[in-house]
C-alpha cells in the first residue's frame, strides 16, 4: 500500500530566507506525487505535480520540487519565503491503475514566516 | 458550477441526530471522493466515486456513514446517530481521474456535534 511522510509538523522561517518543506513516500508503482496547499479559511489548492516527465517539476508562486526515486523523496522548496506562504502544506500520492489510485495525503506542514 | 460546491458550510448538531451533507462537483468530472480533516490532521480517505462504478467505501470508520451520488452528478454523505469524535471538517473534492489527476477542492462543511 501507498503511504506518505511529511518529517514535520512545522516549519517556522524568516522572510526572504529559503523555506524546505520534506516529504518521503513509499509504492510498489511509478506514483503520481502532489503538493497541494491550504491557506487559512482557503479551500485546498495544487501548487504542483509529478507524474514521471521531468524529475525538477516547478509550481505556482515560485515553488518547486524534486522528484529523488533513490531517496524515495519529493521535497518542495522556494528560495525566498513570502509572508503570504504562511500555510498549511500536504504532500500527496497516488499509484496508477493496479495500484491504490486513492490520493494518500500526509499529514500536513504547517509554515510559519516571521518578519 | 465554476469550482466544488459544499453545502452547509457550517453545521452543529446534537449528538445522536443524522445529517446529510451535500457536494455538487465541477461538470464533467467522473471522479469524486469525500474526506474528513480533524483539527491538526492531515486529510482522511472517505469514499471514492467514479462514474458508473461502484463506490469504493474502504475510508469509512463505521456503518453509521454513508453516501450516495446520483446521476454521476451530486453526491450526499449521511451521517447517522452523530457523536462528537464526528466532529470535523468534511471536504469533497472532484477531478478528471482519467486526464491529469488534479483534485479541485470544495471549501468544505466544518460539522460540530454537541
Known amino acids: 500500500a501507498q503511504s506518505v511522510t511529511q518529517l514535520d509538523s512545522h516549519v517556522s522561517v524568516s522572510e526572504g530566507t529559503p523555506v524546505l518543506l520534506r516529504c518521503n513516500y513509499s509504492s510498489s508503482y511509478s506514483p503520481s506525487l502532489f503538493w497541494y496547499v491550504q491557506h487559512p479559511n482557503k479551500g485546498l489548492q495544487l501548487l504542483l505535480k509529478?507524474?514521471?516527465?521531468?524529475?525538477l517539476v516547478k509550481g505556482i508562486n515560485g515553488f518547486e520540487a524534486e522528484f529523488k526515486k533513490s531517496e524515495t523523496s519529493f521535497h518542495l522548496t522556494k528560495p525566498s519565503a513570502h509572508m503570504s506562504d504562511a500555510a498549511e502544506y500536504f504532500c500527496v500520492v497516488t499509484e496508477p491503475p493496479g495500484g491504490s489510485y486513492i490520493p494518500t495525503f500526509g499529514r500536513g506542514t504547517s509554515l510559519i514566516v516571521h518578519p | 458550477g465554476a469550482g466544488v460546491s459544499q453545502s452547509p458550510s457550517n453545521k452543529v448538531t446534537e449528538k445522536g441526530k443524522d445529517v446529510e451533507l451535500r457536494c455538487d462537483p465541477i461538470?464533467?468530472?467522473?471522479?469524486l471522493y469525500w474526506y474528513r480533516q480533524s483539527l491538526g490532521q492531515g486529510l482522511e480517505f472517505l469514499i471514492y466515486f467514479q462514474g458508473n462504478s461502484a463506490p469504493d467505501k474502504s475510508g469509512l470508520p463505521s456503518d453509521r456513514f454513508s453516501a450516495e451520488r446520483t446521476g454521476g452528478s451530486v453526491s450526499t454523505l449521511t451521517i447517522q446517530r452523530t457523536q462528537q469524535e464526528d466532529s470535523a471538517v468534511y471536504l469533497c473534492?472532484?477531478?478528471?481521474?482519467?486526464?491529469?489527476?488534479?483534485?479541485?477542492f470544495g471549501s468544505g462543511t466544518q460539522l460540530s456535534v454537541l
Open positions: 473534492a472532484s477531478s478528471h481521474r482519467d486526464m491529469d489527476e488534479k483534485l479541485f
Open positions: 509529478y507524474t514521471s516527465a521531468a524529475t
Open positions: 461538470s464533467g468530472h467522473t471522479a
